[in-house]
């Protein structure tokens, strides 16, 4: 048995000795314990600020007493402890009538691409190696001279059971790294950065680094331009904020009313060939598991198919109050949090164009924005962070002070084109992506 396979039974063992001391003629209960090491390094202008490795183990517990919930988190030698005040905390709250039932067990897929016995292996010293070999990498000119970088790298065990029957257990890696850095040329600065991220140990630190201090580089002496509408095209880094976030409606915000998309099922909300799909069992996804945070087997589902709004992201809670089956999409940051519906892997189909520049006469080249839609109304007005003019199909100079608005529907049905390749940022996967006449403002 492998060290994962130890952790996992392991912590298996914690959930059902949990699951004992709750009396399930009058509760329903979950527990839901992890194991995780990791280890990271962190340079600041060049140089180590920090390196460090540490773990961590615990467990949550919810109760449920006619739909009123205790949580209470405890680390596993506290087992009991967190019981009790689970338990203490669902007699002392109000029932809720639209609690039907935690998850019910169910047979689980085999994921893959989610553990590298390399990530497992790595010490200290190879993770501040990779943090100096990216900011070495991002060192491209005499005129990027400050540098800052990070790597990391983790491996965890998670188990899962509930008083009805589901058991469930699962190990992950991850690697990451991250540069930042700025450029200096007389009283001219630019900045640029880099992130990837992947279950295995497979990140290309020449690649990273590359980009970062290309992107410094081309981030000197921005101008403004003029205002207008005009064709904005968004990296792939900022469909993340504008699009996927507004296109991942979670059913908890639908049912309550408090997203823009409420009643749209079935509705034509963007273009023809505008496809975006949750997929928790993506091999390689960083999101992906065999199981979300309740112990339901995770699946691929149609958020938007060509342009057709399909479905929200549901847990169990807000899929029995429609009489209707989770879509696997309860998510925990660790266990000391109850579970919330949160997207896992978003992927977005990709087009045929080679090049989505290269037919703006003018426009804006969108790397990064800050901000997000107001998910109520749709409205997005974002500070574009880092971007370029589109001048006659080529990106030219960066931007200086300026912003983009538009209503979410309204971009979604202004897309005109999509991207042949694509690229993965936080748990998105999506092409680069074109949008038609966006009211851009400029100014300085």
């Given amino acids: 048995m492998t060290a994962a396979a130890e952790r996992e039974t392991a912590l298996l063992d914690v959930c059902m000795r949990a699951?004992?001391?709750?009396?399930?003629?009058?509760?329903?209960?979950e527990a839901f314990a992890t194991h995780s090491n990791?280890?990271?390094?962190?340079?600041?202008?060049?140089?180590?600020?920090?390196s460090q490795s540490g773990f961590e183990r615990g467990i949550g517990i919810?109760?449920?007493?006619?739909?009123?919930?205790?949580?209470?988190?405890?680390?596993?030698?506290?087992?009991?402890?967190?019981?009790?005040?689970a338990i203490s905390a669902a007699r002392a709250g109000s029932p809720d009538k639209d609690f039907k039932s935690l998850s019910l067990p169910e047979s689980y897929s085999t994921v893959t691409g989610t553990w590298d016995h390399t990530i497992a292996s790595l010490d200290v010293a190879t993770v501040a190696q990779l943090a100096i070999d990216v900011a070495d990498a991002s060192r491209?000119?005499?005129?990027?001279?400050?540098?800052?970088?990070?790597?990391?790298?983790?491996?965890?065990?998670?188990?899962?059971?509930?008083?009805?029957?589901?058991?469930?257990?699962?190990?992950?890696?991850?690697?990451?790294?991250?540069?930042?850095v700025i450029a200096h040329e007389g009283d001219a600065s630019g900045n640029g950065f880099e992130y990837a991220a992947s279950r295995r140990f497979d990140l290309d630190v020449?690649?990273?680094?590359?980009?970062?201090?290309?992107?410094?580089?081309?981030?000197?002496?921005?101008?403004?331009?003029?205002?207008?509408?005009?064709?904005?095209?968004?990296?792939p880094l900022a469909v993340g904020p504008v699009i996927a976030a507004a296109a991942t409606v979670s059913a908890e915000d639908a049912q309550r009313d408090r997203s823009f998309l409420t009643g749209k099922i079935g509705e034509h909300i963007a273009v023809n060939g505008f496809t975006i799909v949750d997929d928790g069992l993506l091999s390689g996804g960083l999101e992906t598991s065999p199981f979300d945070a309740e112990g339901v087997p995770s699946q691929r589902t149609t958020l938007v198919e060509n342009g057709v709004l399909r479905s929200y992201l549901y847990d169990s809670y807000t899929a029995n109050k429609e009489g209707r089956k989770s879509t696997g999409n309860a998510s925990r940051g660790d266990f000391r949090q109850p579970p919330s519906i949160s997207p896992t892997n978003l992927v977005i189909a990709n087009g045929a164009e080679t090049d989505v520049i290269?037919?703006?006469?003018?426009?804006?080249?969108?790397?990064?924005t800050g901000d997000r839609p107001n998910m109520s109304t749709g409205e997005f007005s974002g500070m574009v962070y880092a971007g370029y003019a589109i001048e006659d199909g080529e990106r030219k100079h960066a931007l200086?002070?300026?912003?983009?608005?538009?209503?979410?529907?309204?971009?979604?049905?202004?897309?005109?084109?999509?991207?042949?390749?694509?690229?993965?940022?936080?748990?998105?996967t999506t092409p680069t992506i074109r949008v038609t006449d966006v009211s851009v403002a400029s100014s300085g």
Avoid at 19 to 29: E, N, V
Avoid at 38 to 50: C, M, N, T
Avoid at 63 to 81: I, Q, T
Wanted: overall charge negative.
């Fill in 62 to 85: 919810r109760v449920f007493k006619e739909g009123s919930m205790g949580y209470a988190h405890a680390s596993l030698e506290r087992v009991e402890f967190a019981v009790e005040k």
């Fill in 38 to 50: 990791s280890i990271s390094a962190e340079l600041e202008k060049g140089k180590i600020k920090s």
């Fill in 140 to 180: 491209i000119d005499k005129r990027v001279d400050i540098i800052n970088s990070g790597a990391s790298v983790g491996q965890w065990s998670g188990a899962i059971a509930n008083t009805l029957g589901v058991v469930g257990m699962d190990s992950g890696t991850q690697a990451a790294l991250d540069v930042d």
């Fill in 19 to 29: 699951l004992a001391l709750i009396d399930t003629s009058i509760y329903q209960g």
């Fill in 358 to 368: 290269e037919d703006v006469r003018r426009g804006i080249y969108v790397r990064a």
């Fill in 400 to 428: 200086k002070q300026t912003n983009i608005g538009i209503n979410v529907l309204d971009l979604l049905k202004q897309i005109d084109g999509l991207s042949r390749d694509v690229t993965t940022y936080f748990g998105l």
């Fill in 206 to 235: 020449e690649l990273v680094g590359l980009a970062a201090g290309e992107m410094a580089l081309s981030s000197m002496n921005p101008r403004p331009i003029q205002s207008g509408k005009m064709p904005v095209v968004l990296d």
